[in-house]
């Protein structure tokens, strides 16, 4: 006993000194680490976190560029929110969507998200299904030539489905035409408050190789065995895919929703081209990300610019927790269910 | 039915479906680069052909003359009951009868035929011109050569910083075990949901403020400190790697610098190609940063916006707007078909994994 004792505390120093090593170890790799993640660390509170802080403190001041760099701002509380309340243009409270003269920008961007959305998911999902068909040849051409226009130039991609879309020299039109539509029925596309969402959404259709890809690669991750089994058990297609395929994927529609709600809020290039971000035809294209965008740019009104600014991020913030927050119903990861 | 044929059915079935789907959806291209071909009088005309093509014209003696498509039984010394038509010059216009030569049978000389020229068509053929890529080349604002060095400076100077800050930063983020880390990682991947709508305005004004927008400062700056999508594309693949060769190099008294430029960095080429792509790509196309910072420095426009000023003052002329199209996407889509292999892998890591 004494003895055991006594090897113990012979080793005792020695031990300690493992532990004072291992934690000098472990302060030089934090040190290391964090000397590693310094780039990202100075641009996240350089570009990141201070101006959103900043955005928040403008949206408290009555700041305008006209004003001056030399003036000195006024701390306005929340008059800047009351104003935005107030707003029919950005047109935030529900009650005045359906009374209100002005076309609320808020109501305009979740109008338009409602035809896109579903779209943005089920046509690339749609693709992807297709590109995944056994039966299907040339898989690797298919997919490489259906992501391509993803990477065309914004700028550029607009000008081509402007021509495609042109209501005189247009192919789509001229298409039309000749499958019998008469000439003063044919659409005005971009021109036309009926058809400027649907104008929108061809126009976004081009981009949607990478969200195919994708999902491609989710579809292709689907063990080969849960396929099996489901044809022994005798399941039709259709409930092979929502059992198997649409369970086994869906973190990968759930990303992508995520990131294209984000991007729905945050649309305003292609009416700021397309219809050069006048909100023509009748005021049905000033989307709320727009409407910011001319606050500031146009107008050079800081605080309110930043007080869309920041409600902007409330409600995307909020719809992204709402979705997180559903996800455990139906998004399944495989990875988390198998420990 | 025997299973093979029912397959065979299957497959071209499946890939016809796909194939003409996939013709709809590259029409644009096509629209594209058959209208950058036609010349201006061609988009002028109504009812002239969807393919770049000209109205041909005929020198006889000296004087240049059009062609016009005529009915031949009307023709003295031809068939009075045929239906043949013949591509004509025409020399004497007139209402009752005009007076032709046949470009392809001179020896019949002029002869007269009971038409009147305005009833009649003149022909198109097929025609293409390369002069409005050359007057997009001279015409856009500061001269192709000018925007696209602009542009080239732009994409090679950020790539540069995104390539090595996210490096950096993926290392730090793979390799070292320290609290807080993964709850920063978290930090860096959620800035990819994050509007810029919240950070604009300050940080425009910022650039304002020290008198630098209208120069490359506030577009090239920020890239060397890193961004959510490059740093999460290097660390996946840096976890990947084994650490025995890092824990042999450490023994070896190697730091981590050394470590990550001797031992990793020779097994990441292909990430590595794939993040320098996605940044040129992203640099060339990028259209929003150029427009916002400058604008009005016309001197630093990058294709982008030096089309989309070129729109405006040649909206009307579409055979000069689908060049310039054209001339722009050349390069990315040239780049992506070379570079798929490490474009297509990029894209379903940072899909897929997340």
Redesign the interface.
């Known amino acids: 006993m004494l003895e055991q004792l006594n090897t113990k505390l012979r080793k005792l120093p020695s031990s300690l000194a493992t532990v004072r090593k291992m934690q000098t170890l472990?302060r030089k790799?934090?040190k290391?680490?964090?000397?590693?993640?310094s780039?990202?660390?100075?641009?996240?509170m350089?570009?990141?976190l201070?101006?959103?802080l900043?955005?928040l403190f403008?949206s408290f001041l009555n700041l305008r560029?006209t004003d001056g760099?030399f003036s000195t701002p006024k701390f306005v509380g929340f008059d800047n929110y009351a104003k935005l309340l107030n707003d029919p243009q950005a047109g935030i409270n529900p009650l005045e969507w359906f009374s209100s003269k002005t076309p609320s920008s808020l109501l305009i961007t979740i109008k338009f998200g409602l035809i896109a959305l579903p779209i943005g998911i089920f046509v690339p999902l749609g693709?992807a299904l297709?590109?995944n068909?056994k039966?299907?040849?040339?898989q690797f051409v298919?997919?490489?030539?259906?992501?391509?226009?993803f990477?065309?130039?914004?700028?550029?991609?607009i000008?081509?489905?402007?021509?495609?879309l042109?209501s005189e020299?247009?192919?789509i039109n001229?298409v039309l035409f000749s499958l019998g539509v008469p000439k003063e029925n044919l659409p005005l596309w971009a021109n036309d408050v009926n058809t400027v969402y649907p104008t929108y959404v061809i126009m976004g259709i081009?981009g949607i190789g990478?969200?195919m890809?994708?999902m491609l690669?989710?579809l292709q991750?689907v063990p080969t065995e849960l396929y099996d089994a489901a044809k022994v058990d005798g399941a039709n297609s259709w409930a092979t895919f929502w059992n198997i395929t649409f369970p086994m994927i869906s973190?990968?529609i759930f990303?992508?929703l995520?990131?294209n709600i984000?991007g729905l809020?945050?649309y305003f290039?292609v009416p700021l081209?397309v219809n050069s971000g006048t909100g023509s035809p009748g005021g049905a294209t000033m989307f709320y990300?727009l409407y910011?965008?001319k606050t500031?740019?146009t107008f050079q009104n800081?605080s309110y610019?930043?007080t869309?600014?920041?409600f902007?991020?409330l409600v995307?913030l909020l719809i992204?927790i709402l979705l997180f927050a559903t996800a455990k119903y139906w998004v399944y990861y495989a990875a988390e269910a198998r420990s | 039915m025997n299973k093979k044929l029912t397959d065979g059915i299957n497959t071209t079935f499946i890939t016809l479906v796909v194939l003409s789907l996939l013709v709809i959806f590259l029409s644009p291209f096509a629209f594209m680069m058959v209208t950058s071909l036609k010349t201006r009088e061609q988009i002028s005309v109504v009812g002239a052909p969807i393919w770049p093509a000209a109205q041909p014209k005929y020198t006889y003696q000296g004087k240049e003359v059009d062609v016009y498509t005529v009915p031949l039984k009307q023709c003295a010394g031809f068939d009075t009951n045929g239906n043949a038509t013949k591509n004509l010059a025409i020399t004497k216009k007139g209402r009752q009868e005009s007076t032709f030569v046949d470009p392809n049978d001179l020896g019949r000389g002029e002869f007269v035929c009971q038409v009147s020229w305005r009833a009649l068509d003149r022909p198109w053929i097929f025609s293409p011109t390369w002069q409005n890529y050359v007057e997009v080349w001279n015409t856009i604002p500061n001269g192709y050569w000018r925007i696209l060095g602009n542009t080239t400076f732009y994409a090679v100077v950020t790539m540069i910083g995104t390539v090595i800050s996210c490096i950096l930063v993926a290392y730090g983020f793979a390799r070292f075990r320290f609290p807080g880390r993964d709850f920063l990682f978290i930090v860096l991947i959620s800035t990819i949901f994050l509007p810029g709508a919240v950070t604009i305005i300050p940080t425009y004004s910022f650039w304002q403020k020290l008198g630098l927008v209208g120069t490359w400062y506030p577009l090239i700056v920020p890239h060397f400190f890193a961004n959510a999508y490059n740093v999460f594309l290097f660390r996946q693949y840096f976890m990947t790697l084994p650490r025995e060769l890092d824990e042999s190099a450490m023994m070896d008294g190697a730091g981590p610098l050394k470590i990550l430029w001797s031992i990793i960095l020779p097994q990441s080429y292909p990430v590595i190609i794939a993040v320098v792509v996605f940044h040129i790509v992203f640099a060339w196309n990028d259209y929003f940063g150029p427009l916002v910072y400058l604008s009005t420095a016309k001197q630093n426009w990058p294709v982008s916006v030096a089309l989309s000023f070129y729109n405006g003052i040649y909206g009307s002329q579409p055979q000069l707007i689908q060049a310039g199209a054209m001339m722009a996407l050349l390069l990315p889509v040239i780049l992506f078909f070379v570079a798929q292999r490490f474009f297509v892998q990029g894209i379903v890591v940072t899909g897929v994994e997340k």
């Open positions: 472990s790799e934090m290391n680490g964090l000397w590693f993640l780039p990202w660390l100075f641009g996240f350089a570009f990141t201070l101006p959103m900043a955005t403008f560029i760099i693709l297709l590109m068909n039966y299907l040849k040339g298919f997919r490489s030539l259906f992501y391509m226009p990477i065309v130039p914004f700028v550029a991609s000008f081509l489905w402007g021509g495609m042109n020299t247009g192919w001229r081009w990478n969200a890809l994708v690669a989710g991750g973190p990968v990303y992508n995520v990131l984000v809020f945050q290039l081209v990300n910011l965008y500031f740019f800081m610019g930043s869309l600014a920041w902007l991020f995307i992204t």
